[in-house]
């Protein structure tokens, strides 16, 4: 059997565990064995070996320290011998920090990575008690395992099966990926085509609709360019009735809209001109009407005016005595001023009469002529006497000429008043006359009669109704011309929707077949990684059951050597479907109970099953066809494990596997293996380490014998 | 039973079963030239980087023509929109 490259020749050990105080334990040999009594420290060295290569990561790395050593340093440092000298890993736990920390330093003293070292460390077995650890060489694509506890794993392993197992996995686990992507991916070409169905559906509904009644009428079906042929037709028409024109480059839907345009701009302008001219109308028949009113009442006034002006004249001539006013006025003035001298005179005699009493004159006051006295009062009186009925004559006179004049003046004024009335009554007519001459654009006065005018308000009712009725019938083209519009643009619809479904039955078939196509490379992609996935594992399949029952018997032979178990002394590798399809599991059984497998763990005891996890290390150590880096057994208490009574069995397969393997074995039996060690092991091969007292403060006490 | 009564050497055991062994029992099941040819990609990805360059290539092969099947599910989506 091939060497390891690496020999373990020694620990360091200081405040781990069982230790203190820094203690080396030397293995110059290659295999080493512990006696001493329980608790005297053994265990310390292998788990101290153990810790240094892999830490502890299963739980806090505190607990490692030894209580009693709180402030020194928690490390361990293995001396391993190669060819090139001496190799130092080093691992240590500073006080107060939760991980340590691994050194490795090559025969020059230099440091060097694990992975450089080391990159497939690995151990296997029981948690405790035993320890199989190994450091594979490098093998291109091999993943390294920190643990191969598990059953199959340890078997795929020495059988140098383990890329297999763990392509098919992550096979299974991409096909998994990829089966939801593809899913993904169908979905979506899955929701477009729904999508295009869809809208092809709607289409359909708008199409069928719009043939239900079709624009064409009676026609049949029009192409494309027959439609823009009518389309573009009717247009120049209308270009020429609005006076506009239409560039060629118009689409047909432009066409159409500026059509819809000129026919809306066209209905407008008419409207607009009928009703301005409406609405003319109207104003004029009003407004002739009310000028005949005007004319009527200006002619009922200047009647009236009139009669009544007879009538004050014939008044006033009666008041004036059939005279002119005038002349009434002038004898009024005449009788007024011989009143006044009458009254003048009369108050001259008056005051002359008192003159002469009060002075008894002589004398004419105003001529100064010479009279007597008395003849003087006499000539006064009589004067006086005289003059008093005269005076009263004329006050009656002017009195009743003063009450002629004023009725006169009334009467007058009155006809005057009437006179100006008729007068503006006149005025108004001939305005009104001259604004409907006006109105009606007649120049001649003289040819517009009452009749004319009534001739001419009924000539413009009839108009008014004329242009109603045009109006009615711009509106009536203009909605011909509407529909027309909305015909032509429902053959566009008709057209734009046969497109359209055209265009869509296309990207159902044509358009989408470049992702079709993409996604049948997946699916077939996906197809060939699964027949790969499936061939191999077929492959793999047969392998493994071929290998199974020779396995089995290979595994049931150490097994008893190992444990000399009497009630399950069959062991049988299965092929577990339905958990994983690369799982192997272990089962036991009895020729006593054929046909029957059962879980180690449920029917062996702690020492059977953890003998069962290392069998097949034992079994395969007779194949071991490859030197490893570091081989090592350490075998904590060997009755945990293994069936002591029968030591020879058990010394026996140690010696099988010790001869690739460095065996380091701690036991409280010392009395049963000391003696056989020489039958199976050379005595160059192997050191004796004893182990004296165990004091918790300085640690162990050992010694190589 | 021992290995002896068993009757298989040491060589056969692990020739008749080694990964070795399965994939060129693997090489001979495989039909389709298209299987066979990505099965020669995939040795050689194993044989450089081992089952993890295998599952990377495999990973991006996959992803490569899933995103390619996607980059055309979208351009079309989009070209609808036009």
Redo the contacts between chains.
């Keep these: 059997m091939p060497a390891a490259k690496f020999q373990l020749r020694s620990a360091t050990i200081e405040g781990f565990k069982g230790f203190t105080l820094k203690q080396t334990v030397t293995f110059p040999r290659k295999h080493a064995f512990l006696f001493g009594k329980n608790y005297s420290g053994k265990s310390s060295i292998l788990e101290a070996i153990r810790w240094c290569l892999f830490g502890l990561r299963e739980r806090p790395e505190r607990e490692v320290r030894n209580t009693y050593y709180p402030l020194g340093e928690c490390q361990v440092t293995l001396e391993l011998k190669a060819l090139d000298g001496m190799w130092h890993v080093q691992r240590g736990l500073r006080p107060g920090a939760d991980r340590s920390r691994v050194t490795i330093t090559n025969p020059n003293g230099q440091e060097v990575l694990q992975s450089q070292v080391f990159p497939y460390l690995a151990r296997m077995g029981p948690k405790e008690g035993t320890h199989i650890i190994f450091a594979a060489q490098q093998a ?4 390294p395992q920190a643990d191969i506890s598990d059953f199959h794993k340890v078997l795929y392993s020495y ?6 197992p ?2 098919l996995e ?2 299974d686990n ?1 096909l998994e ?2 089966r939801s ?2 899913e993904d ?1 169908a979905s ?2 899955s929701d ?1 085509e729904e999508s ?1 169905r869809d809208k092809l559906n709607r289409e359909d509904l708008s199409l069928n609709e719009l043939l239900r009644n079709p624009p064409w009428g009676e026609s049949s079906i029009p192409t494309r360019a027959e439609s823009e042929t009518k389309i573009r037709s009717f247009v120049e028409q209308m270009a020429k009735l609005t006076n506009r024109s239409i560039g060629p480059e118009a689409s047909p839907q432009e066409a159409l809209e500026q059509a819809e345009q000129w026919c809306q701009e066209l209905a407008n302008a008419s409207r607009e001109e009928m009703e301005r001219k409406l609405n003319e109308q109207w104003n004029k028949a009003i407004a002739l009407n009310n000028l005949l009113q005007n004319i009527q009442q200006a002619e009922k006034s200047q009647a009236e005016a009139q009669e009544n002006i007879g009538r004050l004249e014939k008044e006033l001539a009666s008041a004036c005595d059939g005279q002119p006013l005038e002349e009434l006025e002038i004898k009024l003035e005449l009788v007024r001023n011989q009143m006044v001298e009458s009254n003048a005179k009369l108050a001259i005699a008056k005051q002359a009469e008192k003159y002469c009493k009060d002075y008894s004159a002589e004398e004419c006051p105003v001529c100064l002529a010479k009279y007597t006295a008395d003849d003087l009062a006499g000539k006064i009186g009589y004067s006086i006497e005289q003059a008093t009925p005269q005076e009263a004559a004329l006050a009656k006179e002017l009195e009743d000429l003063q009450a002629r004049s004023k009725r006169a003046s009334e009467l007058d004024n009155k006809r005057r008043e009437l006179a100006c009335r008729a007068q503006s009554a006149q005025e108004e007519r001939s305005s009104a006359i001259s604004q409907i001459c006006s109105l009606l654009e007649v120049s001649n006065v003289s040819l517009l009669s009452e009749q004319d005018i009534e001739a001419h308000l009924a000539a413009l009712k009839s108009s008014e109704e004329t242009l109603r009725n045009s109006l009615r019938s711009t509106e009536s083209f203009s909605t011909q011309w509407r529909k027309r519009i909305e015909d032509l643009r429902g053959e566009l619809r008709f057209h734009g929707y046969r497109d359209k479904q055209q265009r869509l039955q296309w ?1 159902l078939t044509s ?2 077949e ?2 079709r196509e ?2 049948r ?2 699916v ?3 197809n ?2 699964c ?2 996935k499936e ?2 594992e ?3 399949n ?3 059951k ?2 199974l029952p ?1 396995l ?3 595994m ?2 150490v097994y008893c050597r190992l444990t000399g178990q009497p009630s399950f002394e069959k062991v049988y590798i299965q092929s577990v479907d339905g958990l994983s399809s690369q799982s192997l599991q272990v089962r036991v059984g009895s020729e006593r109970i054929p046909d029957q497998f059962f879980n180690p763990e449920d029917v062996l005891n702690g020492q059977a099953n953890s003998a069962l996890r290392l069998v097949p290390y034992f079994v395969f150590s ?2 071991q ?1 490859e030197a490893l880096e570091l081989d090592l057994l350490l075998i904590d208490d060997p009755s945990q494990s293994f069936d002591t009574s029968h030591v020879e069995l058990l010394l026996q397969e140690l010696a099988n596997a010790g001869s690739h393997a460095q065996l380091i074995v701690a036991t409280h039996e010392e009395e049963r293996f000391r003696p056989k060690l020489s039958q199976y092991f050379p005595t160059s091969e192997y050191e004796v380490i004893k182990f004296m007292e165990f004091d918790p403060e300085k640690g162990p006490s050992f010694a190589n014998e | ?3 002896e ?4 050497s ?1 060589d056969n ?2 020739k ?8 060129d ?2 090489r001979r ?4 030239g ?2 066979r040819s ?2 020669r990609r ?1 040795e050689s990805e ?10 990377t290539y ?2 991006s ?2 992803t490569e ?2 995103q ?3 980059d ?2 979208i351009h ?2 989009e ?2 929109k036009e």
């Design positions: 291109s694509g091999q993943r059988l140098h099966l383990e890329e297999v763990d392509l992550r096979l991409l990926e990829q992507a593809r991916v979506e070409i477009i295009l990207q358009g989408l470049p992702t993409l996604f490379e997946m077939e992609l996906e060939t990684v027949s790969i061939t191999l077929q492959a793999f047969e392998a493994v071929r290998v020779p089995s018997g290979m049931t032979d007779r194949f066809a | 039973m021992t290995i009564e068993a009757g298989i040491n055991l692990f008749d079963c080694d990964s070795t062994y399965v994939f029992q693997l099941g495989l039909e389709s298209g299987s990505l099965w995939i194993m044989r450089s980087g081992g089952v993890g360059a295998v599952e495999l990973r092969t996959f023509v899933v390619r099947a996607k055309s599910a079309f989506q070209s609808l």
